[in-house]
């Protein structure tokens, strides 16, 4: 799996350690205390425009001979302000420049309403003293824009949407002794939601309390219209796709140095980007998810060109302010990674790869196996295993558009070990294995009953794409399929075959074994706990069953701190959290001709789903 790296030290006896190196420089403490700072000032404007009390002042004589609306009209801007604030202040933490700049005008606004409406010289200093830091470092606000889509704005009317209707709630109800009579709850959320469109609600107050809380909800109506409207008809940063010209430079990368990674060609998904070595050398793919850039695998290419693509992509992370991560990295690449940029390493699971010419279904250890595939047989199926490229177009047509039938769940999964696509022209030397039963009758697919695709791995391996099969199948396809495959491997050329990918395999091995001590016990028993959800002790002891070898992967990761918001983006990737809803099966269009695009969206499975 990895060969010998100049200046990367040897293999530990224990390759699941986990490996601890150096870290990587953090964030600028600046950006990040100001956005700290920044949410403390928008929760201060929030309190003044919902908690209003006068001082005793000659401001407060003044107030009192000036228009009755300018008070609400004072409270409606602090909270506001506090609002836009509190949005504002996670972009400060990233170094957003836009963030920056909406931040600088805003806080001027929040001192005037905590002056005129409060009176508050300390929330008048507290805001001049926020943006005395921001207009003095200026310069670590450079970062540049996420890539965006229409969806945010749908985001935005919902949960600004639930905020102003909480928020509502509360200046409703912080009125209790100006209120006429005793309201109901849901006369407050109906006069919450007139108040919201600029309508007065069924709630009525004693003296000008009515006013306040009219402009304050008005204003948080006006503000979840206008930031919505923003979105919505703001210029798209869409996420960047693999060019024409950048595929066959990776292609052509992949054949000179794709046998030293099995997730190499996962490279070649169309909704990656990628970022090139200064020599051309060596690349890394990634996606951007939720301020996270996604690397997945290893570098392609050269070893020795690793360091300048890695570079590459620490610079476009820091243009940005994106979280760099890695995941599914083998050790070699762990140990590149981390001496280069200082980022920590983490055991993430094992691989499963079979080495062909090891594999026998004779002997105790594969009896389960051999018995389950002599019982598909007797049943009547037969299995074929060809290339991509030795398919008619009829039959690929049938194979891509069962497979997207069959795949069980309506969002599509996969990200790091997964392709994307069945029968692309470009993907002729990927390994279909299909399973048939000829004397049942015909469905929908003729006798199709199961798929298996593998993309290449070099040119004397596999690695395993998708498993899908018709829910009216026997039990037993994905074994009988991978069976078929290593038997006609050496007729193919194919020397190693990996498959499915077991997170923390390591531990729940372990963990049931004797002499396991309290805490790995119980290590194990929350990855158990956790299966009935996420197939992690299933598929580990599905890739057990074919006797392979255990290759470790890795994540790399900047911080401790960051690893939950690094395990969201990844979820998010491969398809386990949707925060986009997918359009209905009946909507999605099956692709007839295959081809290849650059620009659209792939289908997307995964070996972990």
């Given amino acids: 799996m990895s060969g010998a790296v100049p200046g990367v030290a040897p293999k530990t006896a224990d390759p699941s350690a986990v490996r601890r190196l150096p870290r990587g420089p953090r964030p600028e403490a600046v950006p990040v205390l100001v956005g700290r700072a920044c949410t403390l000032v928008g929760l201060l404007d929030i309190a003044a425009g919902v908690f209003p009390r006068f001082r005793h002042s000659r401001m407060h004589a003044l107030a009192e001979v000036l228009p009755g609306a300018f008070g609400p009209f004072a409270a409606a801007l602090s909270l506001s302000a506090g609002v836009l604030l509190l ?11 836009r963030a920056w700049r909406a931040a600088v005008a805003l806080l001027p606004f929040g001192a005037v309403a905590q002056f005129t409406y409060r009176h508050s010289l300390a929330g008048v200093l507290i805001s001049l003293a926020l943006l005395a830091p921001l207009l003095r470092h200026r310069d670590q606000f450079a970062a540049l824009p996420d890539p965006r889509s229409r969806w945010k704005a749908v985001a935005n009317f919902v949960l600004m949407g639930a905020g102003s209707l909480v928020l509502g709630l509360i200046i409703v109800s912080v009125h209790p002794h100006r209120m006429v009579g005793d309201p109901s709850l849901a006369d407050r959320i109906a006069h919450v939601l007139y108040g919201l469109f600029g309508f007065e609600g069924p709630v009525d107050y004693r003296g000008n309390t009515s006013w306040t809380v009219a402009f304050s909800l008005g204003a948080l109506g006006l503000l979840t219209a206008v930031t919505t409207i923003y979105l919505a008809f703001r210029p798209e940063h869409p996420a960047a796709r693999l060019t024409v010209d950048d595929e066959t430079r990776l292609r052509a990368l992949l054949a000179k140095h794709g046998g030293r990674d099995s997730l190499g060609h996962f490279a070649l998904r169309r909704d990656k980007a990628v970022v090139f070595s200064p020599s051309g050398k060596a690349a890394v793919t990634y996606r951007v998810v939720s301020g996270v850039m996604l690397a997945s695998g290893d570098p392609i290419g050269d070893v020795e060109a690793w360091p300048g693509a890695i570079e590459r992509f620490m610079d476009e992370a820091r243009a940005h302010s994106w979280t760099p991560a890695v995941m599914g990295c083998s050790e070699t690449g762990g140990e590149v990674w981390t001496r280069e940029t200082g980022l920590d390493a983490l055991e993430l699971g094992d691989e499963a790869v079979v080495d062909v010419a090891d594999f026998s ?27 991509v490229a030795d398919l008619g177009d009829t039959e690929l047509d049938r194979i891509r558009r069962a497979a997207d039938d069959w795949r069980g769940t309506d969002t599509e999964r996969g990200f790091s070990m997964a392709l ?27 006798d199709l009953k199961a798929i298996l695709h593998f993309v290449p791995w070099g040119t004397d391996g596999v690695s395993l794409d998708l498993m899908r099969r018709d829910r009216s199948a026997d039990p037993g396809m994905n074994e009988l399929l991978i069976v078929a495959a290593l038997q006609a491997a050496p007729r193919l050329g194919i020397a190693r075959v990996s498959l499915n990918f077991a997170m923390f395999r390591a531990a729940l091995a372990r963990g049931e074994k004797i002499g396991a001590g309290p805490v790995l016990r119980a290590w194990r028993g929350l990855l158990v706990f956790l299966s009935r959800w996420f197939q992690i002790e299933s598929l580990y002891k599905f890739n057990a069953k074919f006797q392979p070898r255990w290759e470790p992967r ?6 401790p701190a960051d690893l939950p918001r690094i395990g ?11 925060l986009t809803p997918p359009l209905p099966r009946l909507l999605r269009p099956h692709a007839r001709t295959p081809r290849p695009c650059p620009h659209r969206v792939p289908e997307r499975d995964a070996r972990t789903a």
């Fill in 554 to 559: 890795f994540v790399v990761y900047r911080a």
């Fill in 87 to 97: 949005l504002l202040a996670h972009g400060l933490k990233r170094r957003k420049r």
């Fill in 420 to 446: 994307g696509r069945i029968g692309d022209p470009a993907d002729g030397d990927c390994l279909v294995a299909t399973a048939h039963k000829p004397d049942a009758e015909p469905g929908e697919y003729g």
């Fill in 361 to 387: 279904l004779a002997g105790r250890a594969m009896r389960n196996v051999r018995q389950m595939v002599k019982r598909i047989e007797r049943a009547g199926y037969e299995t074929r295993v060809r290339r």
């Fill in 568 to 578: 969201f983006a990844a979820m998010q990737a491969e398809g386990f959290l949707t």
